[in-house]
Nanobody, 117 residues
Framework: EVRMAESGGDSVPAGGSLTLSCTAS????????MGWFRQAPGNECEEVSN???????YYVESVKGRFTISQDRAKNTISLQLNSLKPEDTAVYYC???????????WGQGTQVTVSS
């Protein structure tokens, strides 16, 4: 059974930083690109970042230069460093494995990030 265990979310003031982590299980982690999605109340699920097994990374334009994705494939774990947080970054953040396990809320409970102005 595929499971994503996200953690690290918190409430921070604008300009603050957080590190999110995700430990995945139930599939061969080394074969898949991994990533992060987020969903704010009333909004659609949005892709934030992803990283391939060889380390190539993608970021949505709104987080470029502020977020950094990393991976430890020996531990089936990815992380997302969030810096210079803005109120519009407030959302529940979810881990994903491409292309099969990509969704907001179906494979893990997510972790809440709240940024106050």
């Amino acid at each position: 059974e595929v499971r994503m265990a996200e953690s690290g979310g918190d409430s921070v003031p604008a300009g603050g930083s957080l590190t999110l982590s995700c430990t995945a299980s139930g599939f061969n982690f080394d074969r898949y690109s991994m990533g992060w999605f987020r969903q704010a109340p009333g909004n659609e699920c949005e892709e934030v970042s992803n990283i391939s097994p060889d380390g190539s990374a993608y970021y949505v334009e709104s987080v470029k230069g502020r977020f950094t994705i990393s991976q430890d494939r020996a531990k089936n774990t990815i992380s997302l460093q969030l810096n210079s947080l803005k109120p519009e970054d407030t959302a529940v953040y979810y881990c994903a494995a491409y292309p099969l396990w990509v969704d907001c809320g179906r494979w893990g409970q997510g972790t809440q990030v709240t940024v106050s102005s």
